[in-house]
């Protein structure tokens, strides 16, 4: 069988979207005024607030971890913590940086799915105005989750009421958020905004970006000042045009939800083609462009030789299957050849 270079591992591998590329080279031709009062920065401003409402305000970053940081070092105190899954990218991903940055305590629920739940929030709000326990004051979701579910608008309000009557803020990790768009068929604003969400770290690395993330506060007035904490978490981009012309670029003609649909409908083929092998255990919902599967360790040594994924379990062998907005359908047909040739 012939060798592959071809990656199931990130959407984070995939190349950035020649639209994009496009849009940046664009962007290149004369001077602009440095750290976002330039023509391209006003543009993909105004696509935001289409997007969202007039009165939002929205910060471009560069990394999405610095867009959860700085967001959450914003609106908490060293004595606060901040709620969230243990499947979460800020517990298992981000190397200790919310710790660091915010001083906030985590406090992690596991969760099967990605997926937090009121019950197992609710011991925790016990605390609430102990002296002797850091004060919750962040319930932090991720949209698509870890594992690829997604929350559906009743959930996150649900979530939304809870954190209303506790005085906290409902963070929203969109990392993949056009892939639970996409999922949900359901508009932006429908799954963020209307649903109760106060701040939206909207990710569009993985959705055929090089490097573009923002930080959305839905209330105006939970953004006062963040210029200088985005400053001081180093994601102020002097050359700010090349980021805002990334996002000019997604956000016209819909292109993020092309993608998006794109990178999960190759999820879902990967699914139904991979349903019925003996051997293969799917263990999570495909909802969005994640596979998580259990099958042998010797298969998973065998296709590794020829295909870069990740084993998320090593325990359980459970691997992540991702695909991107470049996968193609030929792609899948040969992986799936590949699983069948490991597994023989």
Not at 190 to 204: H, N, P, Q, W, Y
Not at 221 to 234: C, E, G, L
Not at 288 to 303: G, M, Q, S
């Amino acid at each position: 069988m012939k060798a592959s270079l071809k990656s199931f591992a990130s959407d984070n591998n995939a190349p950035v979207h020649e639209a994009v590329f496009r849009a940046m080279m664009e962007a290149n031709e004369g001077d602009a005024i440095g750290y976002g009062d330039d023509i391209h920065t006003l543009a993909a401003e105004k696509k935001f607030k289409d997007l969202f409402g007039s009165d939002v305000r929205v910060f471009f970053m560069l990394t999405g971890t610095g867009s959860n940081v700085a967001s959450l070092s914003h609106v908490t105190r060293p004595y606060h913590a901040i709620i969230c899954s243990d499947k979460a990218h800020l517990e298992k991903d981000e190397c200790g940086a919310p710790e660091k940055m915010c001083g906030c305590k985590l406090h992690t629920l596991t969760s099967a799915d990605g997926k937090i739940q009121v019950e197992q929030i609710l011991p925790l709000l016990e605390s609430k105005g102990f002296e002797h326990h850091a004060q919750p004051k962040v319930l932090s979701i991720t949209q698509a989750t870890e594992m690829g579910t997604v929350y559906h608008p009743e959930e996150i309000r649900t979530l939304a009421r809870l954190a209303n009557e506790h005085d906290l803020y409902l963070h929203m990790d969109g990392a993949r958020i056009a892939n639970a768009a996409a999922s949900l068929d359901l508009s932006l604003a429908e799954i963020t905004r209307f649903c109760g969400v106060d701040i939206l770290s909207f990710g569009a690395t993985k959705n055929g970006a090089m490097a573009a993330e923002a930080v959305v506060f839905f209330d105006q007035s939970m953004a006062a000042d963040f210029q200088y904490t985005r400053k001081q978490s180093m994601q102020l981009l002097s050359k700010m045009r090349y980021v805002s012309a990334q996002f000019n670029a997604l956000l016209r003609d819909d292109l993020w939800l092309k993608n998006a649909r794109h990178a999960n409908k190759m999820a879902a083929l990967l699914a139904d083609k991979i349903k019925d092998i003996e051997d293969i255990e799917i263990t999570q919902k495909v909802e969005t462009n994640a596979v998580f599967a259990c099958l042998p360790d010797r298969a998973i040594e065998k296709l590794q030789r020829r295909y870069f994924f990740y084993v998320w379990d090593k325990g359980r062998n459970e691997v992540r299957w991702m695909t991107a907005h470049n996968t193609r359908e030929r792609d899948i047909e040969e992986f799936v050849e590949a699983i069948r040739w490991a597994l023989g």
